[in-house]
């Protein structure tokens, strides 16, 4: 998620609020069980908690902080690259351990259906 406010100008590389990751992972055991859950994105932003992982399915939801300077953004085919990093998700338990990795891009999509360059328009707007 964005965690500026809303751009009336093209964000840049560096020159942005940055952007903050919530990571949904979904964990599936035969019998309750209890770990450590970690998240490490390659930029160097980490985060872990302890979990209680019920019989069956659930999902925890881990969050870390991605700040303008560690992450190029992601641009559509023909305006620009199209970074991507690594957001690796393990779990470490008494009996079991599972680690992934997925591939993320960070970018900053807006429908503007006003005149955005206006700042009393998107002023109101933002409220």
């Known amino acids: 998620f964005y965690k500026g406010t809303h751009p009336t100008?093209?964000?840049?590389?560096?020159?942005?609020?940055g952007f903050e990751l919530r990571a949904r992972v979904h964990l599936k055991a035969a019998t309750a069980t209890t770990g450590t859950l970690s998240i490490a994105g390659a930029w160097g932003?980490?985060?872990?908690?302890?979990?209680?992982?019920p019989a069956g399915g659930s999902n925890v939801t881990l969050t870390i902080d991605v700040p303008a300077a560690d992450a190029k953004l992601w641009w559509p085919f023909g305006l620009?690259?199209?970074?991507?990093?690594?957001v690796t998700v393990s779990f470490s338990g008494a009996s079991s351990t599972a680690t992934a990795t997925r591939?993320?891009?960070?970018?900053?999509v807006a429908l503007v259906t006003g005149n955005d360059t206006d700042t009393g328009y998107v002023e109101k707007a933002a409220s």
């Open 103 to 108: 591939r993320v891009g960070f970018r900053h």
């Open 80 to 86: 620009g690259a199209q970074e991507l990093y690594n």
């Open 9 to 17: 100008v093209p964000l840049e590389d560096g020159k942005h609020a």
């Open 45 to 53: 932003g980490t985060a872990s908690q302890e979990v209680s992982v």
